[in-house]
C-alpha cells in the first residue's frame, strides 16, 4: 500500500514545489514592476541647456558650481551639500555667504573643479553654468545628473536681471517656484522704498571704482547686475566719467574728473589694499569732493552679491546705511 502511495505523494510534491516556484516568479516580477513604478515616481525629467535630464524627487546631496547659484538655493531656504570656492579669497566660501555655509564641502573653484572629490560625495545632482559646461560637462554627467543653468539667448545673456530666470530655474528643480516669486516680490518692494530715499539726495552722482593691484577701474552703467541695480534700480545718477556700457581703467589724475558726490569701492584682495594706500595719500585723492564729505565706502563683493536675492538685499541695505 505504502509503495502505491509514494508515486503519488511524490508527484503531488512535484506540482506543489511548481506552483510555489510559477508564484515566487510572479511575485518577483510584480515586485519588480512596482520597483520600476517606484523608481519612475521618485524621477522627474528637467529641461536645461544641454537637453533634458532625469533628477530625483528629493534632492539632498545637490553640488552648487557657481556662487550665484549658492545665493539662490539659500534663499529658497535650502542648503548645498557642496560648492565651489573663491580663489581670490583664500579658496574658501563666497565671504557674503559664508555665515550660511558652515560644514558644506568645498570642490575647488570655477577655474578648477576637483572632480575626484565631486565623485567621493556621491552627489544626488549637480548645479552649472555654460563656462564650466564647456569644459567638465560629460564628466560631471557621468558621476551624477548634471543641469546647465543658464541660455544660449544673447539678448538675454546680456541683460542684467537674467538672474531671475535662473533663480527661477532652480526654484522649478526644488519645487519652490512660488516661493522664488515671493522673494523676487520682496525684494521689488524693498527696492522701491530704497528708491524713495536715494530721490532725497540733494546730489546722487555715483561712481563704482574697482580697486585692484596695478589699475583703478570705473564700472559702467549698466552691464552688470550690480551696475543696473545702483543706476537703473535705485535711481543713483553715474558720474562723469561713467561709461553707458564699458568698465574702464582710469589714471589717478583724471579720478577728478568723476565729479562723483559718492565714491563706492570694490578692493581685490590681492594687491588692492596696497595700492588702495597709494591712491588715498595722493593729493588728488584726498581733494576729491566725495572723500572730503566723508562719502567714500569700502564696500564688500557687490560684484558677486549683483547676482541674487540675498546679495542685492545686502546691497540695498548697505546703500541706505551709507547715504544716512
Known amino acids: 500500500m505504502k509503495r502505491k502511495t509514494l508515486p503519488f505523494i511524490s508527484a503531488m510534491f512535484a ?4 506552483l510555489t516556484a510559477c508564484g515566487n516568479e510572479n511575485n518577483s516580477t510584480n515586485n519588480g514592476s512596482a520597483s520600476n513604478d517606484a ?3 521618485d524621477k ?3 529641461e536645461h541647456l544641454y537637453g533634458e535630464t532625469e533628477i530625483p524627487e528629493k534632492l539632498d546631496r545637490v553640488l552648487s558650481l557657481r556662487p ?3 545665493d539662490h538655493i539659500l534663499a529658497l531656504e535650502e542648503k548645498p551639500f557642496a560648492v565651489t570656492g573663491e580663489e581670490q579669497y583664500g579658496g574658501g566660501y563666497i565671504p557674503y555667504l559664508a555665515d550660511q555655509l558652515d560644514g558644506v564641502e568645498i570642490v575647488g573653484n570655477q577655474a578648477s573643479i576637483d572632480l575626484e572629490k565631486i565623485l567621493s560625495l556621491n552627489p544626488d545632482l549637480i548645479l552649472i553654468d555654460d563656462y564650466v559646461a564647456s569644459q567638465v560637462y560629460e564628466d560631471l554627467n557621468k558621476i551624477a545628473p548634471t543641469i546647465v543653468i543658464g541660455t544660449e539667448d544673447p539678448d538675454a545673456q546680456n541683460d542684467p536681471d537674467y538672474w531671475q530666470e535662473d533663480f527661477l530655474k532652480i526654484a522649478e528643480i526644488y519645487g519652490k517656484t512660488e516661493l522664488a516669486e515671493k522673494k523676487i516680490k520682496e525684494l521689488d518692494q524693498k527696492v522701491a ?3 524713495e530715499e536715494i530721490s532725497k539726495l540733494e546730489s546722487k552722482n555715483l561712481a563704482f571704482l574697482r580697486i585692484r593691484k596695478d589699475a583703478i577701474q570705473l ?6 547686475p550690480m551696475n543696473s541695480l545702483l543706476y537703473k534700480d535705485l ?5 562723469d566719467l561713467t561709461d553707458p556700457e564699458e568698465r574702464k581703467d582710469l589714471s589717478l589724475e583724471v579720478v577728478p574728473d568723476m565729479n562723483a558726490d559718492y565714491i563706492f569701492l570694490q578692493v581685490d584682495s590681492s594687491g588692492g589694499p596696497d595700492n588702495l594706500s597709494t591712491i588715498k595719500e595722493s593729493p588728488l585723492w584726498q581733494g576729491l569732493s566725495a572723500v572730503k564729505n566723508n562719502n567714500v565706502e569700502e564696500t564688500d563683493f557687490w560684484i558677486y552679491k549683483g547676482w541674487g536675492v540675498i546679495g542685492r538685499t545686502q546691497i540695498i541695505d548697505e546703500v541706505l546705511s551709507y547715504i544716512k
Open 193 to 195: 522704498a530704497a528708491k
Open 235 to 239: 535711481g543713483f545718477m553715474p558720474s
Open 15 to 18: 506540482i506543489i514545489l511548481l
Open 219 to 224: 564700472y559702467a552703467e549698466s552691464g552688470h
Open 39 to 41: 523608481d519612475k515616481q
Open 68 to 70: 550665484s547659484f549658492t
Open 44 to 46: 522627474r525629467v528637467v
